[in-house]
């Protein structure tokens, strides 16, 4: 049994990634900002804990993370603000880093997107720049961290059932970004907990056909340059 807490346990792929984890016998905390998301929480399977990351001192995430073994960050600002944006997919995301190491969890799993990096491309006058920005920068600093670390970057996101299977960008293999159903991503997240070669590894990808356990389990000889 792993212990897993999920910050921004109350987004559609942490409930989906909760569910499978929990379902597999694994105890999941998923942290959450109101207590109404409370119930559906607990419905995943999951334990709910209340804290505001945005707001939160390190001390306080850490205290949240303590007894872990592995965080997931998958929370964010939604978009919209830039200030906010800016508070949540960098700036708290850096803080639950330095969080975990003090608390002792070494693994850490980051949720980013297909894209992000210093060459992102969007332009400052997009309304996206700021989250793309915020991104690469979280991206960067947990590569920077000792960490055991896995940043995994899917495609645009769908509802779309789960397809199964996914297709990873490598530089033998170069995919351009397409689409991946959230399902999919929660099952990547769910399988990169147990997948030792994803640590330390960059993982884009979108819906394909490789299962996914095969996908990461062949990412120390697919995904040349997106090692640490």
Do not use: C
């Amino acid at each position: 049994m792993t212990k897993v807490a999920i910050i921004g346990g109350h987004g559609k792929i942490a409930l989906n990634a909760a569910r499978l984890l929990s379902a597999r016998g694994d105890e999941v905390t998923s942290i959450i900002r109101n207590a109404d998301q409370a119930a559906d929480i607990v419905a995943t399977g999951a334990h709910p804990l209340v804290l505001d990351v945005e707001h939160a001192g390190m001390q306080e995430v850490a205290d949240a993370l303590r007894g872990a073994d592995a965080v997931v960050w998958s929370a964010g600002a939604g978009g919209g603000d830039a200030a906010r944006t800016y508070a949540v997919d960098r700036d708290a995301a850096i803080e639950s880093m330095a969080a975990a190491a003090r608390a002792g969890v070494r693994r850490y799993v980051m949720v980013s997107y297909f894209g992000a990096g210093p060459d992102h491309g969007v332009p400052q006058d997009n309304s996206f720049y700021a989250y793309a920005e915020a991104k690469t920068a979280a991206d960067a600093a947990l590569r920077a961290t000792d960490l055991e670390w896995t940043i995994l970057r899917p495609s645009r996101l769908t509802d779309e059932p789960t397809a199964g299977g996914i297709e990873v960008n490598s530089t033998q293999t170069p995919i351009d970004k397409g689409s991946v159903r959230r399902s999919t991503v929660a099952e990547v997240i769910a399988a990169t907990l147990v997948a030792p070669a994803a640590v330390g590894a960059i993982v884009e990808f979108n819906d394909g056909t490789s299962p996914i356990a095969d996908a990461l389990s062949a990412l120390e000889t697919t995904t040349e340059g997106t090692r640490a």
